[in-house]
């Protein structure tokens, strides 16, 4: 039983108390009633009664739930019209009153605007509208352009398997009705309606009186859907009600449309993240790419990539005086892969002269719902051409798609420029490889005809004193040739140097071991290179080595052994040179020999190779020449 005598202070006391069950509990409910009833009676205004609530209980109110604060609304109302007779009973509703209308406004734009996510916002307001106008179903429909159908995004009442998936043409039945018409249609027995219409999924069976209420966007006037109230028994609704929910509407609208406002934002945003990714992954691909066979068809299909388009092509331009002239180089049609130039060439000379990204509508006839963008393809050298692709004018932002547009015609212009400095790079290179190989070949030719001069000169000596020096002069030149010889034949910038040696070891045998004598030559194998340059003077060195053992290491002896070995330690290349032939005198020191052999190797090893010889006694008879010098790598 309602106590009369409690003030507003007391029912909200009481009010607070019972909130310490569920929000939205039976105990709950009825004493917002009351605390509604109480605020009436102590002549407060709807306003009044909620900023006391405020004023009390700051904290708890926005987490109250709409149950409670719309049964506070229904105690002031009936507590005002029993005691004042401020309502018009021609209907069954709840809302005849001014003051009762305007809070549940109030609670229905709340619900309106408490969200951004269209789908959570559509659901809550067709629980807030349902509750406060005393309907039973209450389902919005929306509106879609391209399809002119209206499409059921949410309901209460209705069965929740079909919202998303009901679409209804938008002059189909009482809600195509107040589509069509832009006007609300209230119809007490809607089965007796000429436009009624329904579908046996939706679950509109057990309803009797419906109210459609056109969702409208004004200036210029925009259908957005239409809100369709349901009850099971037959109910009239006076202007009072059909106001409000028109009211109603209009809010709803103007929240969907800042819900879908946002969607779009947050699908553009996702859009452009997505499109950043696709153009650092373009961009890492083109850039690894140096072949130009291969990169302009990469070029034109990463743009179709980038720009979700159908159409995309390269163009290399040239400027004879003032005109331009575009070649297509690269091209890619998904729509026809036989299909003539897409670009027209004023486009392309537009792109080119401006030196910006460029979006214009297709003149295609073919197309005319494509729009061309563009974008130079510019490095510090200069324009090179452009790239262009065709993409859908229903594409959104399309102004935005040219930032990143030009941002990958940018990397494709140096990808392109690095490509050709490649291939430039290359041909020089053979160029220069053959130019080289052809010197190294004539060098060897020039120094065998003076080694084939030396010799003849050797045999027609009449000493040994005359002959010796110059079958040295041989040998050394010899050694050179084989240099040449390796280099013009393999790689002109480093040889092996047990390659090196093996070649003068070859010469050698031919004219510096004399008759009787079987010389055992061993090459250790390694992977020591030397430079180009070091290579000649290494060929020298190895000839003098193998020479001084020969011709004093084994001297008056029928057989011998010499071992060549070269290691790389610590960015030092040694080559070891080893017989076991006689060996050194007593308290030798090559600084002071007087051998020109010896001096030549000191002053070869210290001046051109910028290392060090060293010629000492060997462990167990012989000795060891040792050639230490920086490695070429």
């Known amino acids: 039983m309602t106590d009369v005598s409690a003030t507003p202070y007391e029912a909200l006391t009481m009010f607070l108390d019972s909130l310490n069950e569920t929000d939205s509990s039976p105990a709950s409910v009825r004493a917002a009633h009351r605390l509604g009833e109480a605020a009436a009676r102590g002549d407060l205004t709807i306003e009044e009664t909620f900023e006391l609530l405020e004023q009390e209980a700051s904290d708890i109110l926005p987490d109250l739930s709409a149950s409670v604060l719309g049964s506070i609304v229904r105690g002031y109302v009936d507590e ?21 209308r305007l809070a549940a406004l109030h609670r229905i734009n709340r619900a309106a605007t408490g969200s951004l996510h269209l ?15 005393g309907g039973d179903a209450c389902s919005v429909f929306l509106h879609d352009d391209h399809s002119q159908t209206l499409i059921l995004r949410a309901t209460v009442g209705l069965n929740p398997e079909t919202v998303g998936r009901l679409a209804i043409r938008a002059d189909a039945g009482i809600t195509g009705l107040a589509a069509s018409s832009r006007q609300t249609q209230v119809v007490v027995e809607a089965r007796e309606h000429p436009a009624f219409f329904t579908y046996p999924v939706v679950g509109e069976e057990s309803y009797t009186s419906q109210v459609s209420v056109p969702l409208m966007l004004g200036e210029p006037e925009r259908l957005v859907g239409v809100m369709n109230i349901q009850s099971i028994s037959a109910r009239e609704y006076d202007a009072d009600e059909v106001t409000f929910l028109e009211t109603a509407a209009g809010e709803l609208a103007i929240a969907i449309e800042n819900a879908r406002l946002y969607g779009q934002t947050d699908a553009a945003l996702s859009a452009r993240i997505s499109e950043l990714h696709t153009l650092q992954s373009v961009m890492r691909s083109i850039a690894s790419t140096l072949r130009s066979e291969e990169l302009l068809p990469m070029i034109a299909d990463k743009a179709l990539a980038l720009t979700r388009g159908d159409a995309a092509a390269v163009y290399r331009v040239e400027a004879y005086t003032d005109e331009l002239r575009s070649v297509r180089i690269a091209a890619i049609d998904s729509t026809n892969a036989s299909a003539p130039d897409t670009f027209p060439a004023s486009f392309i000379e537009t792109v080119v002269r401006t030196r910006s990204a460029l979006a214009l509508p297709s003149d295609d006839d073919d197309a005319p719902d494509r729009i061309m963008i563009g974008a130079p393809l510019m490095t510090g050298h200069g324009v090179l051409g452009a790239v262009c692709a065709r993409i859908s004018a229903t594409e959104n932002h399309t102004e935005a798609k040219l930032g990143p547009f030009q941002a990958f015609a940018d990397s494709a212009a140096l990808a392109l420029e690095n490509a050709e400095l490649y291939e430039e790079a290359r041909q020089g290179y053979a160029t220069a490889s053959t130019l080289l190989q052809e010197m190294h070949h004539r060098v060897r030719n020039n120094l065998q005809t003076v080694a084939a001069l030396l010799s003849m000169q050797a045999r027609h000596a009449t000493s040994s004193e005359a002959s010796e020096p110059l079958r040295e002069a041989v040998a050394r030149v010899q050694s050179i040739a084989a240099v040449h010889n390796l280099l013009s034949a393999g790689n002109l910038t480093a040889a092996p140097i047990t390659s090196i040696a093996k070649h003068v070891v070859d010469e050698a045998t031919i004219t510096v071991v004399p008759p009787g004598l079987n010389v055992t030559f061993t090459i250790e194998p390694g992977d020591c290179e030397a430079s180009s340059r070091q290579a000649t003077i290494l060929a020298l060195l190895i000839n003098e080595c193998v020479t001084n053992a020969i011709e004093h290491g084994l001297q008056g002896r029928s ?16 080559l070891t040179i080893d017989d076991d032939g006689s060996g050194l005198p007593d308290g030798f020191r090559v600084e002071d020999s007087s051998r020109l052999g010896l001096r030549i190797a000191r002053t070869l090893a210290a001046s051109d190779l910028g290392g060090s010889f060293e010629l000492r006694a060997r462990d167990g008879g012989g000795a060891s020449s040792i050639i230490r010098f920086p490695s070429g790598r």
């Open 80 to 100: 005002v019209v029993r005691t004042r007779g401020h309502t018009n009973r021609r209907g069954t509703g709840r809302l005849s009153s001014h003051v009762s």
């Open 119 to 133: 789908d959570a916002m559509l659901s809550t307001v067709v629980e807030v509208v349902a509750e406060t106008i």
């Open 559 to 574: 057989t011998g052994s010499v071992v060549i070995r070269a290691i790389e330690l610590a960015g030092e290349v040694q």
